[in-house]
């Protein structure tokens, strides 16, 4: 069965710390994984990932996928109080259906 | 380009009646989805277009929910009678060529119904 769980459900720091989240995923036929942020608006795209490119960085942000083991992570390095929010992966599944994983609340504390 | 633009941005309404979403995708995106997001199930896919045509609706909840693309900048999301458990956020969201690619989310829709 297709699906896409992220880990952990929340999580809360303190400003300067170094996070790590997870995206596992199952998919017949992987195409990409796509990481979002979200805060109180729409989601906004922050990565894509794909066979021929599985590692992508943009200033203390990062991403990483592992096709064997079929995850993805994401690090977000020296916290601010502005990363917080909710980051979303997703996955496109067949029939061409980009599906979200949960999410993973993300608080920052000062 | 202005982004995916959605309206209303609030809705409130009374069980029964008929509500209608609007969005207008980026031009040139040949792909338009709508989902919802609630905290219980997060962002559900409702319905996705390819130019104009409905591909997969699966995601559509119930005969209540019908959506049109009757143009390229144009899309509605309906539903018809609303209900108490339809109150959500609703995003529009387009991408350009292939849908595996980065979707360009609208601000959304919060319908309330009371």
């Known amino acids: 069965e297709d699906k896409v769980v992220q880990s952990p459900l929340s999580l809360v720091v303190h400003e300067g710390d170094t996070v790590t989240l997870n995206c596992s995923y199952e998919v017949t036929n992987f195409r990409s994984l796509l990481w979002y942020k979200q805060e109180k608006k729409a989601p906004t795209f922050l990565f894509m990932l794909?066979?021929?490119?599985i590692e992508k960085k943009s200033g203390r942000l990062s991403s990483i996928l592992d096709k064997k083991e079929l995850f993805s992570i994401l690090n977000i390095t020296a916290t601010q109080t502005g990363d917080s929010a909710v980051y979303l992966c997703a996955v496109p599944f067949g029939n061409e259906k980009l599906t979200f994983g949960t999410g993973t609340r993300l608080t920052i504390i000062p | 380009d202005a982004g995916v633009i959605q309206s209303p941005r609030h809705e409130v309404t009374e069980m029964g009646q008929e509500v209608t979403l609007r969005c207008k995708p980026i031009?040139?995106?040949?792909?338009l989805f709508w989902y919802r997001q609630t905290m219980m199930r997060g962002l559900e896919l409702l319905i996705y277009f390819n130019n104009n045509v409905p591909i997969d609706d699966s995601g559509m909840p119930e005969d209540r929910f019908s959506a049109k693309m009757p143009n390229a900048s144009f899309s509605t999301l309906k539903i018809q009678p609303s209900e108490p458990r339809d109150s959500a956020v609703y995003f529009c969201a387009s991408s350009l060529r292939s849908f595996w690619g980065e979707a360009f989310f609208g601000q959304g829709t919060r319908l309330t119904v009371v």
């Open positions: 031009s040139g995106h040949d792909y």
């Open positions: 794909t066979s021929s490119g």
